[in-house]
């Protein structure tokens, strides 16, 4: 399927011809899923709008009530921390002094609570008033609600950025990644989550790919997220890919207590283990985690 024809401007090279890739038919309407010709960046066309996007994320996604949904991070908070605080100390390793840390689409704060256990300064940024409010209020962390661009946070006060799954949501990113930029201090550290399309699942799925989502309106490769975070201000250090900075146990826990005791676990933990070997010999699968730092003025 590679019909051409002209479609809304790419948001990150800004070209308007594309490609059409797959027609994903298990959401109504249907998603269309192109290519830039130009850049090769995938995305859904059209990208909703802010607005629209907002529909998505009312309380019925963060309690995993909604057909599309996040899990509720609540009910398996003692296996995150082990899980997130190995990820912190990832990150550490690129950025062995502690200090302030962002995190970008922080849910109900998981991540953040690990990394001031660890000695960070955390910071969070929330659109959802319902998990959000639960990092501020239950967990006690400092979260801003609301989009990242009305937090008015200060200028090079950062050390590290994490953003977990967040990027493929955000329907102008070089904006958001230029925010970023300027949030980081010289030489400070972003963490970015995602998927890629590289990965050998999203070649064999091909329209069936789990990550083709209503929600997710941008999907990168290496070379693209590359791209989008160098014309931003910054400088990729490593791409590394799927769970290796959690560990295979943490992410085999993690699946277990997502299902439970079942043939869905038992299918997940499969994935988990065939997928983690490929990721250890840097071989993409699906998942992929930049590490990249803040070019100085």
Request: hydrophobic residues 40%; positive net charge.
């Amino acid at each position: 399927m590679c019909k051409t024809y002209m479609t809304t401007n790419c948001p990150l090279c800004g070209c308007s011809g594309a490609s059409l890739r797959w027609i994903v038919k298990r959401w109504q309407p249907n998603l269309r899923v192109v290519r830039c010709n130009e850049c090769e960046l995938h995305r859904l066309d059209p990208i909703p709008s802010q607005s629209q996007l907002a529909l998505f994320y009312g309380e019925g996604y963060f309690t995993g009530e909604q057909e599309y949904a996040h899990i509720d991070e609540r009910s398996q908070w003692d296996a995150l921390m082990r899980r997130n605080s190995r990820i912190v100390a990832a990150i550490e390793r690129f950025c062995p002094t502690k200090g302030a840390i962002l995190e970008i689409g922080c849910s109900f704060g998981s991540f953040l609570a690990a990394a001031r256990q660890r000695g960070w300064k955390t910071k969070g940024v929330e659109v959802s008033s319902f998990s959000g409010g639960y990092a501020r209020d239950s967990a006690g962390l400092d979260v801003f609600i609301g989009l990242l661009e009305d937090a008015h946070l200060p200028s090079k006060s950062f050390d590290a950025i994490y953003m977990s799954e967040v990027i493929e949501h955000i329907p102008n990113p070089l904006e958001m990644l230029k925010e970023l930029r300027r949030l980081l201090k010289d030489g400070g550290l972003l963490v970015l989550c995602t998927g890629t399309t590289n990965g050998i699942v999203p070649r064999v799925m091909r329209g069936k790919w789990e990550y083709f989502l209503p929600g997710h309106v941008v999907y990168w490769s290496e070379q693209t997220i590359t791209r989008a975070a160098e014309v931003s201000g910054f400088v990729v250090e490593k791409i590394r890919y799927g769970n290796v900075d959690v560990g295979l146990l943490s992410a085999l826990e993690h699946v277990f207590n997502v299902n439970g005791m079942s043939m869905v676990a038992a299918k997940g933990m499969l994935k988990v283990l065939v997928g983690y070997i490929p990721a250890r010999l840097g071989i993409p699968m699906k998942e992929m985690t930049l590490y990249a730092r803040a070019k100085s003025a």
